[in-house]
């Protein structure tokens, strides 16, 4: 297992956690909820600790604990997004980043609205686009560490878990978890957030029932939910949600004011009943595809 180097120790780079005793064709991914941070990062030195981790989705992992003992299976990436996003294409580099013009290996496919975010595969800015991340540039060699490191091992260990599932019971289900801040960057307009954001690329990277029952869900539990508000869905979404060959991929986004303080990153009072509730919906959205799973 690739491994990045955090405080002097080696970890794991990710945490493929997997469930002998599963029935379910489920999986939950964690993509940005990584809390270890490398020690070749190199951030800005100026920023404190808080700014640089706001683009986090911060103890969402720790929300949905409750896969294990529903007997389902989850992968995290254990490293923050800011050092590499790993729900974004592999190609999605602001070369204006890179310490050298030499020729790059691979493509460049980032946006202007993303590299205005500073929201590409390497973040170059945090606190919704009002600082720069890094006060350098990056070298090539590092670009290319993470993404060996980082990015392949996160998706070889996503795609072989859902070539596992297919297997062995002829349909995935995967549930890409996230948190957003409570209000949008100036750039998009500023405006306080939904609750609760659903997204599948306007119904092309799921079946509609997948959708509405984990809708429904967090409904059920109070929350004021959306369809594809505020976003449609990234690389997660686009590489493995394929209704098509009953591959069905879904991503929902938590407003992280209601479970923590954005300023100081530390758990509110509402924590508990945040967590208490995503159990709520994850064993919903588990004996929802159960019943898909009796009646296939």
């Known amino acids: 297992m690739a491994s990045i180097l955090c405080n002097g120790e080696s970890i794991q780079s990710i945490t493929a956690q997997y469930a002998s005793n599963n029935t379910t064709p489920l999986l ?9 941070y490398p020690d070749d990062f190199l951030p800005n030195p100026a920023l404190s600790f808080e700014t640089i981790d706001f683009p986090n989705d911060k103890y969402v992992d720790e929300l949905f604990d409750s896969h294990g003992s529903l007997g389902l299976p989850a992968i995290r990436a254990n490293f923050p997004r800011t050092y590499i996003d790993v ?7 602001d070369p204006s980043m890179m310490e050298t013009q030499e020729s790059w290996y691979g493509h460049f496919l980032s946006t202007d ?5 500073g929201a590409t595969l390497f973040w170059s800015k945090t606190k919704l686009g009002r600082c720069d991340l890094y006060d350098r540039k990056l070298s090539q060699d590092e ?4 993404i060996a490191t980082c990015y392949v091992p996160f998706h070889q260990a996503l795609a072989s878990s859902i070539e596992d599932m297919k297997k062995k ?3 995935a289900y995967i549930l890409d978890c996230h948190s957003y801040a409570e209000f949008s960057s100036k750039l998009r307009g500023g ?6 954001d659903v997204l599948n690329r306007h119904g092309q990277s799921c079946n ?10 967090f409904s059920d539990c109070g929350y004021d939910v959306t369809l594809n508000n505020i976003y449609t869905g990234g690389e997660m979404l686009l590489r493995y949600g394929w209704p098509q060959i009953n591959q069905h991929a879904l991503q ?9 303080d954005e300023e100081s990153r530390q758990k509110s009072d509402q924590f508990t009943k945040m967590q208490n509730d995503c159990t709520k919906v994850l064993s919903s959205v588990k004996k929802h595809i159960d019943n898909l799973c009796s009646a296939y």
């Open 208 to 217: 509609p029932q997948f959708t509405e029952c984990v809708v429904d869900a």
């Open 143 to 146: 670009m290319k560490q993470r």
């Open 191 to 196: 405006a306080r957030r939904p609750q609760i």
């Open 113 to 117: 609205s993303q590299k205005e975010n």
């Open 87 to 93: 729900n974004r294409h592999q190609h999605n580099i």
């Open 28 to 36: 939950l991914t964690f993509p940005h909820s990584g809390g270890n």
């Open 252 to 260: 929902f986004e938590i407003r992280r004011d209601l479970y923590m």
């Open 169 to 171: 019971f002829k349909m």
